[in-house]
C-alpha cells in the first residue's frame, strides 16, 4: 500500500504529520500512523509522489500565479523548485522562541540540498537550519481558524510524548526533532502598513510542499538505517537511551552521512543489554535483530 501526498496532511486542519505519528501534534486529531508499514515494505511511495503528473500540475499552476509565467519544460524536482519560488517571493517575521533564540524582520527560506535554511541576506545572516526529514509536524493558520501554535503532544506506538518544545506565534510553525529534543521556528507576516503580505493561501501552499519534501527525505532515511532506527533518532520514543537520540537533526558530520551513531566508551555491556531490552520492548527491533544483537553484546565479555 503506497502512502500518497493526501496521507502526510492532518484531514482536520491542513497540518504536515510525519507518517509515523499516529495524531496530529498540531490539532490532536488521530490518525493512522504508516510506521508498522514501513517495517514491512519501507518504500510508501513518498518519494516517487514527487514526480506524480498531478502534483507536478498544480505546482506550475501555482507558480504561474505567483510569476505570472509559466514554464513548461522539464523540471527534475518540480516540488523543490515551486517552494523556492513562493517561500522566495516575501520575506517574513521570525518569531523567537526562548531567551536565546534568534529572531528577524526580514528571514528567507532556502532550501539547501535535504536541509531547510532560514536566513537574512542583508548583512547575511542564519537563523535556523533543519534537516527535511528531523521534521515531525508544519502547522499553518488558515483564514477563520486558530494560528499555528498549538501542540497536542506526540503519539507513537499508543503512547503521549510528553514533551513540548517552546511557544511560538507564528503563520507557519515548523517543529523539528533538535539535539536536545523538540524544537521549532516560525514563519510570519512581517509588521507594518506598507510592506507585502503574503496571499491567503501562501503558508498552506508552503505547508504542503515543504511537507512533501520532508515527507520523502524521511523515507528516504528510514530506508537507509531502517525504520525503527530512525524512529528512536527522532525521539518518538519517549525513556529510549539518548545515544540513539536526533542523529537525523545533529549536524555533525557522522549524522549527515547517514553513519550510526558512535556508541560511548563508557557503556557497560550491563546498560547495552537493558538498552536492547527497551528497544525490543517498544516493538523497534524485531526478534530476530534483537537475538543477533544479543549475542554481539555477550560475545565481548
Given amino acids: 500500500m503506497e502512502a500518497g501526498p493526501e496521507t502526510l496532511s492532518c484531514s482536520a486542519c ?6 509515523f505519528l499516529g495524531a496530529c501534534p498540531a490539532c490532536g486529531v488521530a490518525r493512522r500512523s504508516r510506521y508498522e508499514d514501513a517495517l514491512a515494505d519501507p518504500d510508501l511511495g513518498l518519494r516517487a509522489s514527487l514526480a506524480d503528473p498531478l502534483v507536478i ?5 501555482v507558480v504561474l500565479r505567483y510569476t505570472m509565467k509559466l514554464n513548461r519544460e522539464p523540471e527534475a524536482a518540480p516540488v523543490r523548485a515551486g517552494l523556492a519560488i513562493v517561500a522566495n517571493s516575501l520575506a517574513y ?25 532560514i536566513r ?16 515531525l509536524a508544519i502547522g499553518y493558520a488558515a483564514r477563520g481558524q486558530r494560528r499555528a501554535d498549538a501542540w497536542a503532544g506526540l503519539v507513537f506506538d499508543g503512547r503521549p510524548e510528553r514533551a513540548s518544545p517552546p511557544s511560538l ?3 507557519l510553525v515548523v517543529t523539528h526533532a533538535g539535539d536536545t529534543g523538540l524544537a521549532r521556528f516560525a514563519l510570519a507576516n512581517r509588521r507594518g502598513i506598507f510592506v507585502a503580505r503574503a496571499r491567503a493561501d501562501h503558508f498552506e501552499i508552503v505547508t504542503r510542499w515543504l511537507g512533501m519534501l520532508a515527507g520523502a527525505a524521511a523515507e528516504e532515511r528510514w530506508m537507509a538505517v531502517g525504520p525503527s532506527r530512525y524512529a528512536v533518532q527522532l525521539g518518538l520514543v519517549a525513556g529510549v537511551a539518548d545515544e540513539t537520540r536526533s542523529a537525523a537533526a545533529e549536524p555533525a558530520a557522522a549524522a549527515r552521512a547517514g553513519m550510526e551513531p558512535p556508541v560511548p566508551a563508557t557503556t557497560s555491556l550491563r546498560d547495552a543489554l537493558e538498552t536492547l531490552e527497551q528497544l525490543r520492548a517498544a516493538r523497534l527491533v524485531t526478534d530476530d535483530e534483537y537475538a543477533a544483537k544479543r549475542r554481539e553484546i555477550l560475545a565481548r565479555l
Fill in 169 to 171: 506565534d507564528g503563520d
Fill in 57 to 61: 500540475e498544480g505546482v506550475r499552476e
Fill in 93 to 117: 517575521r521570525v518569531p523567537a522562541a526562548g531567551t536565546s533564540a534568534a529572531s528577524s524582520e526580514a528571514g528567507h527560506l532556502d532550501l539547501i540540498e535535504d536541509v531547510v535554511v
Fill in 14 to 19: 491542513g497540518s504536515y504529520v510525519h507518517p
Fill in 120 to 135: 537574512e541576506h542583508n548583512p547575511p545572516r542564519e537563523i535556523h537550519r533543519v534537516r527535511l526529514d528531523a521534521i
